[in-house]
């Protein structure tokens, strides 16, 4: 099931309409690693990581698994491993899945620059939860965590970044 999200963060699935936080760098179609911009186009859901310390694992259409300490996303486009999931330490620059923040205890990760990666077309592209003043994030969607939950159950499998 397809969501859509416009550039002022309105994100809509199955008729309903939430809020959401995209990237600090606006919606681009010429994503690049470090813009902060959320990529324009069809992204879907590939699947779905979560902290299993934060609450139940959620219900989803996608394939799901806990996120442990070690967890972390390559975001170095030098290193072979760019712009996928690692074991930290890794040797090159990764983001690490385990935050302390709680907008990482719910992640979907979706398919942009994945299939094939090139370098520095932009990397960790995630559907996360939102901070409470929706404050713009470095690329990715986020929602609220009660909205996050609903989508995901309800069987999300693709979002559309509109411009």
């Not at 859509?4 to 690693?33: H, N, S």
């Not at 310390?53 to 259409?61: K, L």
């Not at 935050?99 to 520095?120: E, Q, S």
Request: charged share 25%; hydrophobic share 35%.
């Amino acid at each position: 099931m397809r969501a859509i999200v416009t550039p002022d963060g309105v994100f809509t699935f199955r008729g309903e309409t939430v809020r959401a936080a995209l990237g600090y760098g606006g919606v681009r179609a010429d994503k690049r690693e470090g813009d902060g911009a959320t990529p324009l186009g069809v992204l879907p859901l590939r699947r779905v990581l979560y902290r299993p310390d934060r609450g139940p694992p959620p219900s989803c259409a996608v394939p799901r698994n806990p996120v442990t300490r070690t967890d972390g996303w390559c975001d170095d486009p030098a290193h072979p491993d760019y712009n996928r999931l690692v074991r930290l330490p890794i040797g090159a620059h990764a983001e690490a899945l385990w935050h302390d923040d709680g907008t990482y205890d719910i992640i979907g990760v979706l398919g942009w620059n994945d299939r094939p990666v090139y370098p520095r077309r932009g990397s960790a592209i995630f559907l996360h939860l939102a901070r409470h003043d929706y404050a713009p994030t470095q690329g990715c969607v986020a929602l609220a965590s009660d909205d996050l939950r609903r989508v995901l159950a309800l069987g999300l499998t693709e979002i559309v970044v509109k411009a």
